[in-house]
């Protein structure tokens, strides 16, 4: 088997993938690190170690879960159907276009999301749903025109 | 590098990913809609432009929620296990099958909890899971054959 | 296209992939398995057939979601970086070893989250997050020297 490493397409598509699989490891950690600050627990068994047993989650921890289900909820799409534009075929030009705007984009969106700072937050949640989008167009394209 | 966009395993494979990325963007997009139409928001920052602060989600927001957690837990495995087919030599017509009728599945079991149908919501959950069990051993029996 | 069913950096991929999607699969049934014991539903349409409507989870179904949620936030960036990792052309040894610790991580981390065992759900999930940031060096390594 040949390997995709001198691959331009998926160059750029590995570059994105451990971006933003750092962001969301990141956002996951982030999430136990801000609970532990708050000494509380959602488990029993950490409880008897000195955190306090809470049914919900504080209102900063909250936060940080809310940021990570929506780099969940639009990462692993965009993740899937950006291998699918590799394996396709799809332009190395496009490729870095779309893939760097979509990663920079959650990038930022974390951050905003973090910081409270709106509109920042919509905006850029809205331009990775729109790279998603383009990058949708560019897989069917890619198999319309092979 | 040979593209696999003339391999109609992977073509089966392109085009179930395209629906169902599609579904799961919809219900994470349809769950800020209904939020937005509700005028509430956990976030302090959007309280700030009109839309009041709450902890928990609204029933109705809850629901399309339930509804994106469940696609998250099912679409995400088949598509990694999906690929992992199409890289392993599967064949196309198993793919189409396999990859067609969870497709169909996943979109109207996404019906059935929005409508809050039952039997079918669980009918079109039990099918979904059965194709992704087929799909795990299709997987075995093609690397076994290998 | 030549299949990579007899790449073995592929086949230790396609069997971590199979052990983790059996995985994340066992825990979204069995939390429904042990919701259906507590009688209880977060949906109306459940609640016309016995089952009493809830807003939030009963504390052992909550258990088990906090299982999957764990799971799906680990297990998915590693999926999709293990996938490069296969694709770029990585060592057979490494991707044996680099995933056979992880999934054996995993596997031990939702018994011991299960089970409400600490230390040991700490030690798995750090073990997992270990063997996901070898992977990412691991990668990176490889995209270089190539």
Chains 1, 2, 3 share one sequence.
Do not use: C
């Not at 850029?124 to 394209?141: D, E, N, R, S, Y």
């Amino acid at each position: 088997m040949q390997t995709l490493a001198s691959n331009p397409t998926f160059i750029a598509y590995a570059v994105s993938i451990l971006v933003l699989s750092a962001n969301l490891l990141f956002l996951w950690a982030y999430s136990g690190g801000v609970r532990g600050k708050t000494k509380t627990t959602p488990n029993v068994e950490d409880s008897r170690r000195g955190a306090k047993l809470v049914e919900g989650e504080p209102p900063e921890v909250a936060r940080v879960l809310r940021a990570h289900k929506n780099a969940m909820a639009n990462i692993v799409p965009f993740a899937i159907l950006g291998l699918v534009y590799v394996l396709a075929g799809g332009s190395a030009m496009v490729a870095a276009v779309v893939f760097g705007v979509f990663t920079l984009a959650r990038l930022a969106h974390t951050f905003a999301y973090l910081g409270g700072k709106q509109p920042w937050r919509t905006i850029w949640f809205v331009t990775g749903g729109l790279a998603t989008l383009a990058l949708m167009g560019f897989i069917v394209k890619t198999l319309v025109v092979a």
